[in-house]
Structures are given as C-alpha cells and as structure tokens.
C-alpha cells in the first residue's frame, strides 16, 4: 500500500510541577506511579491504533502538555518507540516536545535527541520576575536562560518560545522589555499571545476580588500592535496571528491544524479529526487508564468507543465553515482553487456575498487565487471569522 497521506499526531502529558494561576488546560501534578500508570496506558491507547495509521504517513508529532519534561526521559523514548512501532514516521517529521525551565537536564536533553525530537518549545511567558510570581510560575528569567543555552547546547536548532502580554501588572514597557530579551537569545520560533482570564482558575478570582489589576484595553492594543512591529523589524514574519518565525521554521504542526490536515491525539483529552468526524478522549485520568488497563480482550473499536467522546460527524457546511475560519488565520490566507478542489465547487457560489462585505470594509483582500485577511481585519479577527459560519 502506498503510505501518502499525511497525518499529525499530538500526545498529552497531563503533568506538571504545579498548576498556574492563568491555566485551564487538562493539567495537574501526579506522583510518580501515577506518571507510570499513565505512560502505560498512553502506550497502549496508541498500540490500538496501529491498524489506523497503517496507511498514513507520519508528518509532525507534538508532545504537549501540562509540562512533558516533567518526566523521565526514558518516558518519552517509551512513548516515541511506540509510536514508531504502530505508525511510519517520515524521515523530515517534526517533532516538538514542550518544556519548563526547571524540568530540564542535559541528560534529558540529549535523550530528546537521541530518539529523533528535533524541536523545543519552552514557556518563558514574561522576561519580567514580578510578573511571573503574579501569574505562578515555577521560574524566573534566569532559570528561563540557563534552560534555553541548555538546548542550544544540546544541538537544538529549532526553538520556539513562548511569551504572553496583558498580564497582571504589565505595562507597555515591560512587555517591551520582555520582547528585547527573547530577541537576544535569537530563538527560531516566537509564540506572542495575549492572556485570556479563564473561568474557574485562580487568576480569575484575584481580578475579580481587585487583588491584580490587569492593563487597560488600549494598553493591551499597544502591545499588540508593537508585537508585530518589532518583531517584524527584528526577522521573524507573522504568518498566523499571533505566531511569529525565522523563514522556514513556521511550526508545521500547528500549520496542519489550520488547514485540515488530519490529526490524531492520545492521552486524556487529547481531540482528534480523523475520517470526516472529530472526537475527543475522556477528560477522567482514572477512567481512562482504567479502560487501557482492562484485561479482557477488547478490539480497537471498543477500545476507541470507551476511551472517546464528543463524536462528531462533519457535515460539507462544518468543513467548509472551518476551512474558511482555521485557513484565515494564516498571513497567507486560503486558496480559491483549494477551495473548488475540496468541495467541488466555486468559492463565491457560498461565501461570495461574504466576501464581497468584508473586502468593502477592508477586512479582507483578495489577491489573484488568495483571499487573506487584512491588518484591519487580524484586529479583529474574532468577529470576522464569525461572518463564515453559515
């Protein structure tokens, strides 16, 4: 069988030091058996799938989190082996694990490497102490420097790093200070989002009770705008909202989730969209390792049906919709042709009053075969991606 087909795989590593102020993600800090256990059962979940993948080909794996570098290295090769053993994996596959400063050794590192994990992601979030203790996190910016050489020492030369604006405390000159710094360190990659102040964490609570005070509005624009601006003048290009690269090292994986390319997750609430439907895994650790625990003979259709939720069939309108919402992310835009290829159809016949709205009020431009959303229109690009919902 020819293996053409591309298909990224995310792996979830719920674990962490300690859980952040801001964070809402499926996180939370474990003892040591229960990491194993959970390794365990991670490695099972993708053994079930190998008949799933046996006709794709491998193109990105991304080993999020939580904090996977919270685990022994031996893990992840554990993990990494797996996968290679129910799946082909392309020889140029970008492989991203993300980390913390504080998790990480040269041991660890080198092990990365060693079993072919060829780009780091680390959580920086602000350059500015005050405002990493306001948010919770584990380290300050020179823990932060001493990981970051650590890698580059190591041999990576892929380096994402992640950093976040209105924050509690920050002020346009900060933000600006925290951009500087990250410049310095000359990374490959830079993720900039602003913070959204989540239901039920205690970041929500402390503004709530008057016990942080975040920027204002316009202050929030300004770093924003400035983002853009500076990093643009510094050699690293927009090409999603708010992710910026060195030419040709835009993360590919997260490329694929914005253009449709199927995906497949493993772990506890990891998504998926796979054939036409996306699901999600149980969000319960222990039903979950419960389930691939079991030792009664289970086929890969009853383990997929008692681990998965939220099933989904995609209707033509749902993927039209978000080939139109996800696409439009991307600086370059989506593709006319791509549009006809897929869905057999011009583009203009769904969304041509649509478009023809949005271009009059320059949120949108359209150039040649590309439709891409204007500066206007990134401002605001929440209420404009909501305009293709049909």
């Known amino acids: 069988m020819t293996m053409n087909k591309k298909i990224e795989i995310y792996i979830h590593i719920p674990f962490c030091v300690k859980k952040c102020a801001y964070c809402d993600f499926l996180s939370c800090p474990a003892d040591d058996k229960t990491k194993d256990r959970y390794v365990q059962a991670l490695c ?69 490497k060693d079993v072919g994990i060829n780009r780091i992601s680390l959580g920086l979030q602000s350059a500015n102490d005050e405002e990493l203790k ?127 390319v199927e995906y497949l997750g493993f772990g506890i609430g990891a998504a998926s969209l796979f054939k036409g439907e996306r699901f999600s895994n149980t969000s319960d650790i222990n039903r979950y390792m419960h389930i691939l625990e079991k030792e009664d003979v289970m086929n890969a259709d009853e383990v997929w049906k008692a681990l998965n939720e939220n099933i989904e069939t995609l209707t033509q309108k749902d993927e039209m919709e978000e080939f139109m919402f996800l696409g439009l992310r991307m600086t370059d835009g989506v593709s006319k042709s791509d549009f006809k290829k897929i869905f057999n159809c011009d583009i203009e016949a769904v969304y041509g009053n649509v478009i023809e709205k949005l271009a009059n009020q320059n949120l949108i431009k359209e150039a040649g075969d590309l439709i891409t959303l204007t500066d206007k229109g990134i401002d605001i690009s929440n209420i404009v991606l909501a305009n293709f919902l049909l």
């Open 134 to 260: 306001t948010i919770g996190r584990i380290h300050n910016f020179e823990e932060f420097k001493k990981s970051f050489n650590l890698a580059r020492l190591a041999g990576f030369k892929n380096i994402n790093i992640d950093i976040m604006s209105a924050l509690p405390g920050q002020t346009l000159e900060s933000y600006k200070e925290t951009l500087a710094k990250v410049i310095t360190l000359n990374p490959e990659h830079i993720s900039a989002y602003s913070l959204i102040v989540e239901d039920e964490t205690p970041l929500k609570d402390r503004v709530e009770n008057g016990e942080v005070a975040l920027p204002s509005e316009d202050e929030e624009r300004e770093m924003y705008y400035y983002t853009k601006e500076f990093l643009e003048k510094t050699g690293y290009k927009r090409y999603e909202i708010s992710n910026y690269a060195k030419d040709g090292y835009e993360c590919r994986h997260n490329i694929g989730y914005w253009k449709r």
């Open 44 to 112: 099972r979940e993708i053994e079930w799938s190998k008949d799933c993948l046996k006709e794709y080909l491998v193109d990105t794996v991304f080993i999020g989190g939580g904090t996977p570098s919270i685990l022994e290295e031996k893990y992840i090769g554990q993990i990494l082996d797996t996968l290679r053993s129910a799946a082909r994996i392309s020889d140029d596959a970008e492989i991203t694990i993300e980390c913390n400063p504080g998790t990480l050794t040269m041991e660890k590192l080198e092990a990365y």
